[in-house]
C-alpha cells in the first residue's frame, strides 16, 4: 500500500545517461512542411529548448534550416531516402525505428513525436520515467487505455460458458518516450525487421505486437517494461473531440498534449485547439464533427 502521491522515478544508471531529458529535447518524427510550421511554434511556446527535427528529405532540411529549426538529417541511405520520398505515411512512419536506434546507441533517451501534435505543456515535466517505454495510447476512457476483463460468451459450453479475456487498445508509436535500454533496442530492431519483410504493414500494429505478446512455443517475447500515458493529459483528437469539448468541466482541463491520431483533417483542427485551449475560445471546436467526414 502507498500513501500520498505516486514517486516519479529517476534514471536508470545505464549507458550515458539521459542528456535529452535533462536538458528538455525532443526528437520529432516529421512528414510535411505544413504541419511543420504547426507543430514547432507550440514547441517553442511551451517551454521546450531543446528538440530536434528529423528531416526524411532535402525540402524539409531546408525548410527548417531556412526557419531557424534544428534539424539532423542523416548520412545518403538509398533504403531510407526513397521511402522519405516516395513512401506511403505508414512506410515514412516506420522509418523512426530505424532512425531511433542511432540515438539509443548513444545513450539518449528520446521523445519521439509525430507533426500533427499541439504541445500544451512541458511533456518532460509529466514523465515516470520507470519503464523502458511510455506511449500515450489509443484509447478514450479508463477500460480502453488501462486495460479490461473482456467476458466472451459461449452458450454452447454449459457451465464453462463464459471466458475471460484481457483486452487493452493499442500504443500510438506516434508519441512514445523511449529510453536507451536493451529491451529498448531489440523492440526497435524487432519492428525494422518485420518491417523489412512486411512492407506493406502499418508500424503501430507491429509495435503493439511486439510489445505485448508473450513468449509461446515457437517465439521468444519481448522482456520490456511498458507504462501507458495518462490518457487525458496525452490526449487523442477521439477523447477531445467526442468527450472533452462536451463537457463543461473538462473544458477548463488543459492537457499536456493533443495528438490529431483520429482525424485527417489535420491542421486546421491544430489551430483550433491551440484557439481552444490556449486563447480560451469554447466555441473553435464546434465547426469540427467527432469524427471524419472521409
Known amino acids: 500500500m502507498v500513501f500520498g502521491k505516486p514517486r516519479k522515478f529517476g534514471p536508470f544508471d545505464i549507458g550515458r ?56 538529417k542523416r548520412d545518403q541511405d538509398e533504403g531510407i531516402d526513397s521511402v522519405g520520398k516516395t513512401g506511403s505515411n505508414h512506410a515514412v512512419s516506420g522509418l523512426k525505428f530505424r532512425i531511433l536506434r542511432e540515438f539509443l546507441q548513444l545513450g539518449y533517451s528520446v521523445l519521439v513525436s509525430d507533426v500533427d501534435i499541439v504541445y500544451l505543456q512541458n ?60 529491451p529498448s533496442i531489440e523492440l526497435l530492431d524487432r519492428v525494422a525487421d518485420r518491417l523489412a519483410q512486411l512492407p506493406n504493414s502499418w508500424d503501430q500494429a507491429l509495435f503493439n505486437e511486439e510489445l ?22 496525452f490526449m487523442n483528437s477521439k477523447v477531445l473531440c467526442k468527450t472533452v469539448r ?34 480560451g475560445k469554447q466555441d473553435a471546436l464546434e465547426p469540427f464533427p467527432d469524427g471524419s467526414d472521409w
Open 17 to 72: 545517461g539521459c542528456y535529452w531529458e535533462r536538458t528538455n529535447s525532443c526528437t520529432c518524427q516529421f512528414e510535411c512542411q505544413i504541419n511543420v510550421g504547426g507543430l514547432v511554434p507550440s514547441i517553442k511556446k511551451v517551454g521546450i529548448r531543446h528538440y530536434l527535427v528529423v528531416a526524411l528529405d532535402d525540402a524539409i532540411e531546408e525548410f527548417c534550416k531556412s526557419n531557424g529549426v534544428p534539424v539532423y
Open 123 to 182: 511533456p518532460f515535466d509529466h514523465l515516470y520515467r520507470d519503464s523502458d517505454v511510455e506511449s500515450m495510447t489509443d484509447g478514450h476512457n479508463n477500460m480502453t487505455a488501462y486495460g479490461y476483463n473482456d467476458v466472451f460468451d459461449e452458450p454452447a459450453m454449459g457451465w464453462a460458458r463464459y471466458a475471460h479475456t484481457m483486452r487493452i487498445w493499442v500504443y500510438s508509436s506516434g508519441f512514445l518516450y523511449i529510453r536507451p535500454t536493451i
Open 246 to 279: 462536451k463537457y463543461a468541466k473538462l473544458k477548463k482541463f488543459k492537457p499536456v498534449i493533443v495528438h490529431m491520431s483520429y482525424h485527417p483533417d489535420k491542421l486546421p483542427r491544430m489551430k483550433a485547439v491551440f484557439e481552444f485551449c490556449v486563447n
Open 212 to 233: 505485448f505478446f508473450p513468449s509461446h512455443p515457437g517465439y521468444a517475447g519481448l522482456h520490456a517494461a511498458k507504462r501507458t500515458m495518462d490518457f487525458y493529459l
